[in-house]
């Protein structure tokens, strides 16, 4: 079997990994550098917490791979199980969070719930307004520069060919299977897998599957480095876009939501709205009042693919044998990446999956 898997991001780099360590030839076909799509612009968040409950499963897989990068692919990206704290501030989003930890529990997430004493005597700092606070300690966050070339590195390595800076490939279905044009030459595949991100859209839309997906931008920012105080990635428990900020090792804090991401036009190059800077920083100081006086030094956008129903388009296509697609991860899809490249890469070779991924098929939008 030949596998071509467009799209270098992380999910297509994640995908050419385990298809070849199952000895699988793949191609990973990426128009321009790889890494430099909405996974280079990501928070970096590893979180299970508010996620769809359908996606528990797969971000499970998920997490254990996440737990075993460094093992997996002969490099740190920066992994740390830090925990990931999410504060109340409101009754409301605490009967939320009390709803969803229930819910959640029969998945396999056990949340942490911790009263305003505990969250003050554990981390020192931290929303000292806080009525309430979830706490996940397997959680974290990795590197969003560093994944995606250890991913494509190690695919290489496994036996993976990684074409870079093919322009826009011309893709064709053949009676073999497919046919991708690019600037680097013409490549036939039998297995075609769609990890365009929030380009797939179009992919999908060559194979007759439209989707309803918009491109957007979440809104980031990152402060001068700090001396290291914050553990773990925290964000606020609200029913709006809360905000969230990590510390990085070097000191900076990243930080990121609290204002409604932008649309992307055309170009697919998202933009930073320096309008919504000072209602980001007012959400960032209620987690953390000593961030009051930094100095921001970067703020920046990534496109991302959402679709209505905030779920991804992952599986075998509805209309095309041999085209499977993995794209739209609605601003959640870095914490999924090594299991969505884990998932494709079983399904592609055994034509199924131990992961659940139903609810996140295409055919969801046949009708
Ligand atoms: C600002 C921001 C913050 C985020 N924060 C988090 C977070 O904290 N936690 C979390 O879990 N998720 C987060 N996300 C979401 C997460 O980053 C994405 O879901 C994930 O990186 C998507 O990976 P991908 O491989 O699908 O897409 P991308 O990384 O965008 O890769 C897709 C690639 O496909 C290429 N491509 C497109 N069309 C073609 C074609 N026809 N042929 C060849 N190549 C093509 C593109 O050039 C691109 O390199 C964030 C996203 C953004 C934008």
Redesign the pocket.
Known sequence: MQVIV????????ATAFFLARRGIRVRL???????????????????RTGRVLEQLPLAKRSLDLWSRAEELLGRDVEFRATGHLRLIFDEASRADMLRFAEAARPWGLELDQLEPAEIRRRFPGLGPSAIGASFSPRDG?AN?RLV?PAFADAASRAGAEIIAH?G??R?EKTEAGFKVRTTQGSFGADVLVN??????A??ARHFGEPVPLTAH????GVTEPLPHRILPVVGIWSQDSGA?LRQVERGNVVF?GGVPRVPVAGTGF?QYDPAGLAVQLAKVVQLCPALADVTIIRQ??????YLSDMLPVMGASGSTPGLFH????????????PGVGDTMAELIATGTSATPIAAMSIARFAA
């Open positions: 467009l799209g270098g991001g992380l999910m297509g780099s076909i990426e128009r321009g550098h790889v890494g430099a799509g909405a996974t280079v612009a990501s928070f970096g968040n590893i979180r966050s969003p995606v093919a826009e490939p893709i990890c365009a991100g929030a380009w797939g179009e992919i931008g979440p809104q980031m969230y990121g998202a920046w956008s990534g496109c991302e693919g993995a794209f739209g991860f609605c601003g959640h899809g870095f914490q999924l990446g």
